[in-house]
């Protein structure tokens, strides 16, 4: 396992993101927990120390299973993370009583990391807190003080003016920043930008997504084989985290691993540190110009807007599905839904996109997609 010095600490570089563990029948909100436990206990043999929750993940689910099964671990043989969850604009104002509330759920008395989540345009005045309405962040910032929270950090979908905005009144505060991070998303959301802006105020890199939602794990053919071309014994997945590993300041890459394969192919890959060369790099970016240019919706499968949807559809099986049939991905599965869980079931209340880091226009996908049917 390869380990990153920061503050003292050595932080495997590959971190077990805990928003897509094993499931009981796919339903997000039943965590298998005997899988996911024999997931931990092999990520600990080979070397990760690093798992990152969140208040939102599994249905609020996440927290409370992964405190039952790190408490089976001396506490100082892992660092733990979690987030304030501002995505949800109903949290704001909450941060005493959610905090304490995942302190009882992780079965911890203080976290090593913790993140202002998901900063993004529908967010920003109230974590800026002009008008001082809310007092998250600050309340945050007095918890690290206390030493509840021992690194006080955020993670971004903000476009580059409110990401500024931010760093404006909180960089000097910021200790990390988790971005989404990947060779996709590098121009189509400007993670270079992110980057750079980060890097005026000294705040190392934390990633999450680097595969875009598994999106990335399996290509087309014909770009897998463009970069079988530079290394044969690379796979999809690999060149992902190679990109990252090309990328100066990246600390910790998340990872939200669902099963053994998944898990022992990321370690293997982290085992190693083989950055790309330029032309590695300039085939990746062709690749990225390539998919972009399909126009598929950009979900990575978070399902924050499951939990929030009153007919309970599966938001991100359908945006798949509707990505498949309207731009004509390799593979295409059969356009069936579970029993009145159809596109037109969607009645367009519009609760999904308030909590959709990727800000798709679900609703529209939604109507659109209820027409060609």
């Not at 029948?25 to 600990?44: C, H, P, W």
């Not at 003080?145 to 690194?151: D, M, Q, S, Y």
């Not at 053919?221 to 100066?248: C, G, I």
């Not at 159809?342 to 226009?361: F, H, L, N, S, Y």
Request: hydrophobic residues 35%; glycine residues 6%; neutral net charge.
């Amino acid at each position: 396992m390869i380990y990153k010095e920061f503050k003292g600490k050595k932080l495997s570089a590959l971190g077990l993101g805990c928003m897509r563990l094993p499931t009981v029948l796919g339903i997000d909100s039943k965590i298998n927990e005997k899988r996911t436990a024999e997931m931990v206990q092999y990520a600990f043999e080979k070397g990760i120390n690093y798992f990152d929750t969140a208040w939102g993940y599994h249905s609020g689910k996440s927290e409370p299973v992964m405190g039952t099964i790190l408490k089976n671990y001396p506490r100082e043989s892992f660092y733990l993370a979690t987030k304030f969850p501002g995505y949800d604009s109903k949290n704001m104002g909450k941060a005493e009583e959610i905090f304490a509330k995942q302190l009882e759920r992780l079965q911890v008395d203080y976290f090593d990391f913790y993140l202002v989540h998901s900063l993004c345009d529908s967010n920003i005045d109230a974590y800026l807190d002009e008008d001082k309405k809310y007092g998250d962040v600050e309340y945050l910032i007095k918890e690290r003080e206390k030493g509840r929270i021992k690194h006080l950090g955020f993670s971004t979908h903000a476009n580059l003016k409110d990401l500024n905005r931010f760093l404006e009144k909180y960089g000097k505060e910021m200790e990390f920043c988790q971005v989404q991070l990947n060779y996709l998303d590098w121009s189509a959301q400007d993670a270079k930008g992110q980057l750079e802006a980060l890097k005026k105020y000294n705040i190392p890199i934390w990633v999450m997504e680097p595969v875009r939602g598994g999106k990335l794990a399996k290509l087309d053919k014909k770009y897998s084989a463009m970069l079988s071309a530079h290394r044969p014994n690379e796979t999809d997945v690999s060149w992902a985290f190679r990109f990252l590993q090309s990328v100066d300041n990246v600390v910790v890459t998340l990872s939200g691993m669902s099963d053994f394969e998944q898990l022992s192919e990321n370690i293997e890959t982290f085992s190693t540190e083989k950055p790309l060369n330029k032309a590695e790099w300039h085939t990746l970016m062709k690749i990225a110009d390539r998919m972009q240019k399909k126009g598929s919706l950009p979900c990575t499968a978070c399902r924050y807007c499951t939990s929030y949807c009153p007919k309970e559809l599966d938001i991100p099986e359908i945006i798949s599905k509707y990505n498949e049939y309207c731009f004509g991905q390799e593979n295409t599965s059969s356009l069936s839904f579970e029993n009145e869980k159809t596109p037109d079931a969607c009645i367009g209340c519009k609760r999904c996109e308030e909590v959709c880091p990727q800000k798709i226009k679900i609703s529209d996908m939604m109507s659109d997609f209820a027409l060609r049917l």
